[in-house]
DNA sequence: CAGTGGTCTAGACCACAGC
DNA sequence: CTGTGGTCTAGACCACTGA
């Protein structure tokens, strides 16, 4: 991430773009106006807006369609770091029905363990969810998540019952920035029963911290059984 | 990756370079001809061959210098995915002493086994590691590394005192490509008492695999105690 | 089939690092 | 200072695709 000064005719207009569409201004489906229009619209040359939209396309942030233009994507929260890491799709590459259940729900002013977590200063009220992800019959994965209702209120009212939390922040909130921690951890007593494991064995631990401009928006954390889960991610050179 | 045809100048050119780059025929620290002199070479604009630069640059092939030109950068084995893994830094910012010892060391026709991690077809000759890396006196990570020696038959008389394997051979071999896989596992015996940890302690465990344009080059898996060892990455959407 | 993004050009100016 | 990369322009042609 760059945030210096010194910003090019390039950075500029990426920002503002960026920014629109960050905002929720510009919601998932907009159409961004043609080339030539913003390239008049900025007083510039439309390669110059060309090469601002590429990258913005590059990001994911936008999806470019010939013929009929450049809309705003819905957002995609994934780093290249866990290409993978839409639950649901996941199950369903196994083959196997997906299915969730939000096993409690709480709301409650942060404690300070919460603070931290979230990333929040003042002991805002916070929305705790555990939700257990299963391929079939069996644990998938274990989802402890913390919403900061100062950011996402309608989080308190929202249904879960049809539509995963994960999946509803997404819709929710337009885009965001993340933070990926991954560890090898032994299972607890009560991580180990809901997941249908021994106690003590090693589980992969995901966790995601997201923001959105408003503020800290959710700290969610993954937990996957040691042997039914890996992460995989290739590179070459010039990508 | 995309592999597939319809190669416009950029990408002709792009895959040129790269190929001059990652064949070792463009060694590290060589200097690229200028920009106008690539584009009189390929009979193209100065944008076009500036485009291709530029990418190179954000892929990390190459550094470009104002004033001075552009150069063939060191191999950087690491994919977003694992920003961090250097092992001597990673141990050097911890404000420890980095020390590694190559526990065995074993040249032999490669098995069925070695086969499948390793990528090859045929029984070529493999060179077979363990090393440790140390944190001061404290264990810090285990490597088990499979060198293909039909592609890098030095590896068999390396003298890995001063150098790592993983060193080393960041410097023999050019560029390549890369697949993790990160998963978490429960200590075997061997490796508890390597690492110095509790057997089936949570460990996280990070293979890699590694190809150069000559053919599959290293299999390697490190482990690291769960609780002293975590991955991070950020992101944010435009990068 | 018209309009969009995708690409490329020839030329220009600038900041700045090394000579 | 000079030459390099960094950037930007005004204009052009093309392929594709959705109306």
Redesign the interface.
């Known amino acids: 991430?760059k945030t210096g000064k010194d910003p090019t005719l390039h950075q500029r207009i990426?920002r503002d773009i960026?920014g629109r569409?960050?905002s929720g201004e510009w919601a998932p489906g907009h159409r961004i106006p043609f080339e030539i229009d913003l390239a008049a619209q900025y007083g510039v040359s439309r390669m110059t807006v060309n090469k601002v939209l590429t990258?913005?396309a590059k990001?994911?942030?936008v999806e470019r369609r010939k013929r009929s233009g450049s809309f705003v994507r819905q957002p995609q929260i994934q780093?290249?770091?866990?290409e993978i890491h839409d639950i649901r799709k996941e199950v369903e590459q196994l083959g196997q029905p997906y299915r969730f259940a939000v096993e409690r729900r709480q709301v409650r002013k942060a404690t300070g363990a919460d603070m931290r977590r979230l990333d929040v200063t003042r002991d805002d009220r916070v929305l705790e969810l555990l939700t257990i992800h299963r391929a079939g019959a069996t644990p998938f994965c274990v989802e402890a998540r913390l919403i900061n209702l100062a950011v996402v209120p309608a989080a308190a009212e929202a249904d879960f019952s049809a539509m995963s939390p994960g999946q509803w922040l997404i819709e929710q909130v337009p885009?965001?920035?993340?933070?990926?921690?991954?560890?090898?951890?032994?299972a607890d007593a009560a991580t180990a029963g809901l997941l249908d494991v021994e106690r003590?064995?090693?589980?992969?631990?995901i966790e995601r911290r997201t923001w959105s401009p408003t503020g800290p928006v959710t700290h969610a954390r993954f937990t996957?059984p040691?042997?039914r889960?890996?992460?995989?991610?290739?590179?070459?050179?010039?990508?």
Chains 1, 2 share one sequence.
Do not use: K, N
């Open positions: 991430m990426l960026e569409i960050v990258q913005l990001a994911g942030l780093s290249a770091v866990l885009w965001t920035s993340a933070e990926h921690v991954v560890q090898a951890v032994s003590g064995c090693a589980c992969l631990v996957y040691g042997d889960h890996t992460l995989v991610a290739r590179f070459t050179p010039s990508s």
